[in-house]
């Protein structure tokens, strides 16, 4: 137990590094996700029994089409929730729920998914730097896992400049990502709702219906980005706190 007591207590002039207000933070952070992606899910279980006249997969053909998209295939992927559009081998990938549905929320959905394809199409600005981030991003996340088990299992370490900076920088990098995730997400739903609308695919209340789905998907970013920035400070407040 000597290396929990060594993390975890308040050396002289120092912060703990797993006090109470981490515990606060964390749990904080894990209710409001909680929330967000409870309340995803109930939208979602509601606006798919709301039927439209296309299916996911049609839908994201159309919306491919009608943008003048010919080279990006729309596929079924196994799972929930797992709808992503893949820019490196150019499919629109839809869970098999949506992409079989022919419901609001698999509409919402598949158009989504689309828009990302828009924004790659349009050299989105901000989708092009997150594409640029990725893998700086796997680094940093791979570094902050090495980083956080030395800290928890050899507490001397955290007497190095070195060590301090190196992880605010892989932290620092991951919450940029999750920064920057945020107006991609916001614009390829902004997109969705107005092709939905120009296309006619959902009318009056399904196109409300459509947009407070995708708003609650948006939200689970928004909690991520927000968990992330929370994070990023208390640790900043901690480490360099601890050199003083």
Not at 100 to 114: D, G, L, P
Not at 172 to 185: A, H
Not at 211 to 235: E, S
């Amino acid at each position: 137990m000597e290396w929990l007591i060594a993390v975890t207590q308040q050396p002289a002039g120092g912060t703990p590094l797993f006090g109470i207000g981490y515990w606060i933070l964390l749990g904080g952070t894990a209710l409001l996700s909680f929330i967000i992606s409870g309340t995803l899910k109930s939208r979602f279980r509601k606006y798919s029994q709301i039927p439209v006249r296309m299916t996911g997969a049609q839908v994201a053909e159309a919306m491919l089409r009608q943008n003048g998209i010919n080279d990006v295939q729309v596929v079924s992927v196994p799972g929930q929730l797992t709808d992503h559009y893949d820019p490196t081998k150019k499919t629109v990938n839809l869970s098999e729920p949506v992409y079989h549905a022919n419901s609001v929320a698999a509409a919402a959905v598949a158009a989504h998914e689309c828009g990302h394809a828009v924004q790659h199409q349009q050299a989105y600005a901000w989708l092009g730097l997150r594409s640029k981030m990725v893998p700086a991003v796997s680094f940093a996340s791979k570094m902050m896992n090495i980083l956080m088990w030395m800290m928890i299992f050899g507490a001397f370490a955290m007497q190095s400049p070195i060590f301090i900076w190196v992880f605010l920088g892989a932290m620092g990098v991951t919450t940029l990502f999750s920064v920057v995730t945020l107006p991609v997400e916001f614009d390829a739903s902004r997109r969705a709702l107005a092709w939905l609308d120009s296309s006619g695919s959902l009318v009056g209340m399904e196109h409300d219906q459509a947009k407070n789905a995708l708003f609650w998907a948006a939200m689970t970013y928004v909690a991520a980005a927000v968990a992330a920035i929370a994070q990023l400070a208390y640790w900043v407040f901690v480490l360099l706190g601890r050199r003083d």
